[in-house]
Nanobody, 123 residues
């Protein structure tokens, strides 16, 4: 099992930026891909983006965050980052990082989750 801890959330104005971190510990050698998800009040958890934990670190993003959000990794520190720019109120929610030990096809592919960090974007 991989333990994940998010940090970096907070309150920001529209157009602002935030950088989230996700620190992994435990059986990190088994990680194949890591991802970010978010959940707004009253809505289902939705996909934000992923980064492969092995090889080139290829990334994949939801259309709603493309060209605004960037996922990166530091394997030496077992840490994943989410740089969020040009934030708007629709980006408000709890942001979760997750890890999967296999190629992912859906949210259910992720077997380790962090506790989440709140991001609030004011208008």
């Amino acid at each position: 099992q991989v333990q994940l801890v998010e940090s970096g959330g907070g309150l920001v104005q529209t157009g602002g930026s935030l950088r989230l971190s996700c620190a992994a510990s435990g059986r990190t050698f088994s990680t194949y891909v890591m991802g970010w998800f978010r959940q707004a009040p009253g809505k289902e958890r939705e996909f934000v983006g992923t980064i492969s934990w092995r090889g080139s670190g290829s990334t994949y993003y939801a259309d709603s965050v493309k060209r605004r959000f960037t996922i990166s990794r530091d394997n030496a520190k077992n840490t994943m980052y989410l740089q969020m720019n040009s934030l708007n109120p629709e980006d408000t929610g709890v942001y979760y990082c997750a890890a999967s030990s296999r190629p992912w096809t859906s949210i259910s592919s992720f077997d380790s989750w962090g506790q989440g960090t709140q991001v609030t974007v004011s208008s």
